[in-house]
């Protein structure tokens, strides 16, 4: 396998681990997400696609596509690059 197979990959595989947290962090009325839930999940992972050889901006890319909202509340409370590792 590539090494640009590899990464497609990981891409794949991280994008179906975004969606089983979203829905995981989904409220009891599933009207809203809990922020603060799916953020400690997303630390999580992208210090495990650190791991994985995955760039932190790749997570970032799915995360803005897929919850725009949420992307929004990181960039306010976060910056990129300076999660504790």
Not at 4 to 26: C, G, N, P, R
Not at 34 to 63: H, P, S, Y
């Amino acid at each position: 396998m590539s090494s640009d197979d590899f990464k497609q990959t990981l891409i794949h595989q991280y994008s179906e681990v975004i969606e089983e947290i979203i829905v995981e962090s989904e409220t009891v009325y599933r009207t809203q997400l809990d922020f603060a839930e799916l953020d400690t999940k997303v630390r999580g992972l992208i210090q495990a696609a650190r791991v994985d050889g995955l760039e932190e901006n790749i997570i970032w890319d799915i995360l803005e596509r897929r919850v725009p909202d949420y992307y929004n509340f990181a960039m306010n409370n976060w910056i990129i690059g300076k999660i504790a590792a």
